[in-house]
């Protein structure tokens, strides 16, 4: 089986803006096809040296054992006197089959995404995810059928190098207020949750294999908790994936993935647990204390060095001003310094990511350029993408691959059970969730919420990692993973969208935010403050208040360069509509008058006419010179280094504020 | 409970005062020794030195604002009845309340919510917000880190952008629509008083 390193430097893909605009040229339909003939003609192309490359008979060699074929030949050329014929064109393909493989997967991927979006009606029935497993089954069905040994979605590869890039975008560019507004819920969710879902999967079917006439008698209580364990935590990337595709209003939204992420500590925790155990055969009163707080350790000590590497990121940012160019750079090799040194201690790497991510944002963004905003903006969502994709196709493959050993009746209950206990533990929850919030959870919303809770590539690599001689039914654990990870995926994932039509939930507010709700947001915050500072009750606002002050007294001071660090909120939030509102002016030709003095100064207001109609009455108008046109494009150009953008809403595929 | 049932005798008209409030004996008295607290000199009704003792209401922006919610014009101190009626503002809503159109709006619906904060700006109480009421907001929520000439064109942008009788003052259903995407009901609400 090959090691696959992943090689960061391949800029294969096209980032997704290009798509609309490739799609609409390709207008014909022979034209589409052609193009996706190529596609299938690359597509069959690669699978062969690939496949050719990946078998064990091949020499595996790592980059080292390439160099030292490599200098084989000179050191016996110089011994070996008998002339040979100087080779004009030589074949040495083992020494980059490596770098030369993984660009080959990470090509093949980006095909794929390409290709999807091309069939539209494909890509609106069936969720991204599904399609990918899908190529990856194909895929994996082509090199057995080439007669070569499929790759298995390596633990390690999965974990250092697939995982990082998706979770970092979603950490940056976590919405902070909903998750903040609903933290009880999706801890509650998270740990409650998921530990209801591991013992009762564990449990039941523990009970289940005792009964007489399956010839499961074997697997003992350990091993069936472990396995609960690993298949009860709901995955980041696949919620990600579904998700994102159906626009569910924000609080589901933030719940469902909230929960996804903050539930990694937990399973952190039982896994190790469980695997330690597992070979002793007995678990005492003292181990589960110890697991209780052991939980305690890794979810915070995750959260405290993701804090600390962000705010070194901030503080690294301040003085970046000089070399603009590797800001980004900061960003991510911080962040990723955060995820291994969390799992140097086996604390939690993703919260340490989350924490990092969330932490340096609001000074990083105030530090760096408008470029490196972008380029940090860009290279996440394209890391996260290939990322994604990578997974779904190498899960497809791996399911070719590895050794299967099929039970009806283990793999049946495991996904009914996981189904139930999913759906019995929400409405549980909700229940005594309800009677804390002031927002209640509708049965819509526990429906979503339950039926979201899907599986993905998490449970299977660390199913894969578990070991085949203390768990000799590693197989059959992997097939069951595997069942509920396609039938959550496909069933679950393609089911979702015309649920939620048909239940009418609420959708994503697609308007902007305006001025007034700003202001009045703010006002009320305040409002709200005073009124428990006067029913001496510390409640949620007095906090929040309490962290704001903090901040912008010794935080803000010491993260943030210069004068920016004392520019309120509303400013920057004021800037920002303005430069909208100037580029679509710019954008639709430009239409409304402009005051007749010629804008001197530097500072948008200028170009606002004082009593201009609301924007949404049309009107003919007349059009502004080309002298003037100029101005306003200078002055852009000039602000826009100066504003800095906030992200309201995080979406995968269109990269708009 | 016997010290409840106690504290709560001392109180006049308190099952009128639960009635129009919707608190419950517990909450009455929670704020019944809260508003005692607060009343250093034990006089029985509180006035704006009392107010201004708390000391995080001292840092709050609009506290000034706030305080003078509480004294209905003309009045000099605040009794315990106001003190509640206030208060009740800012209880969460009840999401079952029937819709009787012959009961008057309670106290901690909505609009009454809305209206409670547009007093807020609207100091003047002429019904509307103007353009120097708007600007006195900012200036005290901005914490003069800006410019005159910044907190001008927020002023005019926001009135622009709400204005829809194109009277360049705020009236209170202006106010409400530009506020119709807030979910007032968890940001004016709080848990305390549940």
Redesign the interface.
């Known amino acids: 089986m090959s090691r696959l390193v992943f090689f960061t430097q391949t800029y294969s893909s096209m980032p997704c803006r290009a798509l609309p605009r490739m799609a609409a040229g390709l207008n014909s339909v022979s034209e589409r096809g052609l193009l996706l003939l190529l596609v299938m003609m690359f597509l069959a192309s690669t699978v062969l040296p690939i496949g050719a490359a990946s078998s064990p008979e091949m020499t595996t060699r790592n980059v080292k054992g390439g160099h030292d074929l490599h200098q084989e030949p000179h050191g016996s050329g110089h011994h070996n006197y008998t002339k040979k014929a100087f080779p004009v064109l030589s074949l040495d393909y083992s020494h980059v089959r490596i770098p030369f493989e993984i660009s080959l997967w990470v090509l093949l991927a980006s095909l794929m995404k390409l290709g999807f979006h091309l069939i539209p009606r494909l890509s609106s029935i069936v969720p991204e995810s599904c399609l990918l497993i899908v190529v990856g089954l194909l895929v994996g069905g082509l090199i057995k059928v080439v007669g070569e040994d499929p790759p298995v979605l390596d633990s390690q590869l999965f974990f250092l190098c697939l995982l990082p890039p998706i979770i970092l975008d979603a950490g940056y560019f976590l919405p902070i207020r909903p998750f903040t507004e609903n933290v009880g819920t999706i801890l509650m969710f998270a740990v409650v949750g998921t530990l209801w879902n591991a013992f009762f999967v564990g449990g039941l079917l523990y009970a289940v294999c005792q009964i007489e006439g399956t010839n499961l008698a074997n697997v003992d209580l350990l091993a069936c908790l472990l396995f609960g364990s690993i298949i009860s935590a709901v995955d980041p990337v696949a919620v990600l994936a579904v998700f994102e595709e159906i626009h569910i209003n924000e609080l589901l939204h933030i719940l469902v993935f909230g929960e996804s992420l903050l539930n990694d500590a937990v399973t952190v925790v039982l896994y190790h647990l469980f695997e330690e155990y597992a070979g002793v055969g007995s678990v005492s009163v003292a181990d589960v204390c110890l697991g209780v707080i052991s939980f305690l350790v890794v979810a915070l000590g995750g959260i405290l060095v993701g804090t600390i590497y962000g705010v070194l990121a901030a503080f690294t940012s301040r003085f970046t001003s000089h070399t603009r160019v590797i800001e980004p750079l900061f960003v991510f090799v911080y962040s990723y310094m955060a995820y291994l040194s969390a799992e140097v201690f086996h604390l939690s790497g993703i919260m340490a990511l989350i924490a990092c991510g969330a932490v340096m944002r609001p000074y990083v963004e105030a530090n760096i350029s408008h470029k490196s905003h972008t380029t940090i903006k860009y290279f996440l969502k394209m890391w996260s993408s290939v990322s994604e994709t990578l997974i779904f196709i190498f899960l497809g493959v791996s399911t070719v691959a590895g050794p299967h050993s099929w039970d009806w009746t283990f793999v049946t209950v495991t996904v009914i059970l996981c189904l139930v206990a999913r759906v019995l533990g929400v409405v549980g929850l909700t229940y005594i969730i309800n009677k804390f919030r002031i927002v209640k959870l509708t049965t819509k919303d526990q429906f979503i919420v339950a039926y979201g809770g899907l599986r993905g590539a998490i449970a299977f690599s660390l199913g894969y990692l578990l070991d085949r001689v203390q768990f000799p039914k590693r197989d059959l654990f992997l097939t069951a993973i595997i069942t509920v990870i396609f039938f959550t995926v496909f069933v679950q994932g393609m089911t979702i969208r015309p649920l939620v039509d048909l239940l009418a939930v609420k959708k994503k507010q697609e308007t902007k935010r305006s001025i007034n709700e700003e202001i009045h947001t703010q006002f009320l915050d305040h409002l709200l403050t005073g009124i428990e500072d006067i029913c001496g009750h510390y409640g949620h606002h007095h906090w929040k208040d309490k962290l704001n002050r903090f901040n912008k007294k010794y935080v803000k001071k010491c993260l943030i360069a210069g004068e920016r660090s004392k520019e309120p909120q509303l400013i920057a939030f004021y800037h920002k509509m303005e430069m909208k509102q100037a580029i679509e002016l710019v954008e639709s030709g430009g239409g409304v008058k402009l005051p007749s003095a010629v804008p001197s100064t530097v500072s948008m207001q200028n170009i606002q006419p004082k009593k201009s109609p609301p924007p949404a009455y049309e009107r003919a108008l007349p059009q502004i010179s080309q002298g003037r046109e100029e101005e306003i494009r200078n002055i852009l150009r000039t602000n826009l280094q100066k504003t800095r953008q906030r992200l309201r809403s995080y979406n995968r595929h269109t990269l708009v504020a | 409970m016997g010290s409840n049932y106690s504290t709560l005798s001392k109180i006049p008209n308190v099952d009128d005062l639960m009635q129009e409030t919707g608190f419950t004996p517990a909450h009455i008295v929670r ?1 019944y020794d ?1 508003f005692n ?2 009343d250093k000199d034990k006089k029985g009704h509180l006035s704006p030195q009392d ?1 201004e003792s ?1 000391k ?2 001292a ?5 000034d604002r ?1 305080i003078g919610a509480f004294f209905t014009p003309g009045q000099e101190v605040v009794d315990f009845h106001s003190f509640v009626r206030i ?1 009740a503002h ?1 209880r ?1 809503v009840d ?1 079952n309340r029937p819709r009787d159109p012959n009961t008057p709006e309670p106290v901690n619906s909505r609009t009454s919510k809305l209206r409670f ?1 547009f007093q ?2 609207d100091q003047d109480k002429d019904g509307k917000i103007s353009r120097a009421e708007l600007l006195q ?2 200036r005290s ?3 003069m ?2 410019t005159e ?2 907190l001008e ?2 002023a ?3 009135i ?3 204005d ?1 009788d194109g009277d360049s003052t705020i009236s209170f259903d202006e ?1 409400r629509k ?2 119709e ?3 007032i ?9 549940r």
Do not use: C, W
């Open positions: 704020l809260r607290a607060l107010f708390i995080e209401l840092m709050n922006p609009i506290g706030i208060l800012f969460p999401k904060a807020l700006y907001v900012l929520m901005m914490e880190q800006v000439e910044q064109s927020i005019d942008r926001t622009q952008e709400a829809l106010f530009s506020l995407k807030v979910n009901d968890h940001k004016m609400s709080s848990r305390f008083l």
